[in-house]
C-alpha cells in the first residue's frame, strides 16, 4: 500500500517557473515507477512525466519536454515535478501516480492531486 500526497502547486504568470512534490508513504517506494498526470477542465487525464525505479530513465510528454524535469528522491521517498516556462496550457490539477508491475498484474496509487493556475 502507498499513500501520496501532492504539493507546490498555485498560481503562477506566463514563463514561471512551480516545483511540484509528491511525498509517498510505504516501505517499498524504490519499487515503483513514478508518474505525473495532469487533467485540464473539460479534459481527459493525460501523461505528463515518468521515472523509473532508479531514476536514471525519464519520460516526457511532448509538449513538456525540455520545460518539465521529473526527479525522485528514494531515501526521502519524494517525486518531484520541475516546471519552467510555464504557458496557460499547463493549467490543470497534477496528479502524482505510483505503479508496480508483477506477475500478479499491475497496481496503481494515485494522489490527490494540486492545482497549477498559469494566468496573468
Known amino acids: 500500500q502507498v499513500q501520496l500526497v501532492e504539493s507546490g502547486g498555485g498560481l503562477v504568470q506566463p514563463g514561471g517557473s512551480l516545483r511540484l512534490s509528491c511525498a509517498a508513504c510505504g516501505r517499498t517506494f524504490s519499487s515503483y515507477t513514478m508518474e505525473w498526470y495532469r487533467q485540464a477542465p473539460g479534459k481527459e487525464r493525460e501523461f505528463v512525466a515518468a521515472i523509473s525505479p532508479s531514476g536514471d530513465i525519464t519520460g516526457y510528454q511532448i509538449s513538456v519536454k525540455g520545460r518539465f524535469t521529473i526527479s525522485r528522491d528514494n531515501a526521502r521517498n519524494t517525486v518531484n515535478l520541475q516546471m519552467n516556462s510555464l504557458k496557460p496550457e499547463d493549467t490543470a490539477v497534477y496528479y502524482c501516480?505510483?505503479?508496480?508491475?508483477?506477475?500478479?498484474?499491475?497496481?496503481?496509487?494515485w494522489g490527490q492531486g494540486t492545482q497549477v493556475t498559469v494566468s496573468s
Open positions: 501516480k505510483a505503479s508496480l508491475a508483477s506477475s500478479r498484474g499491475t497496481v496503481e496509487y
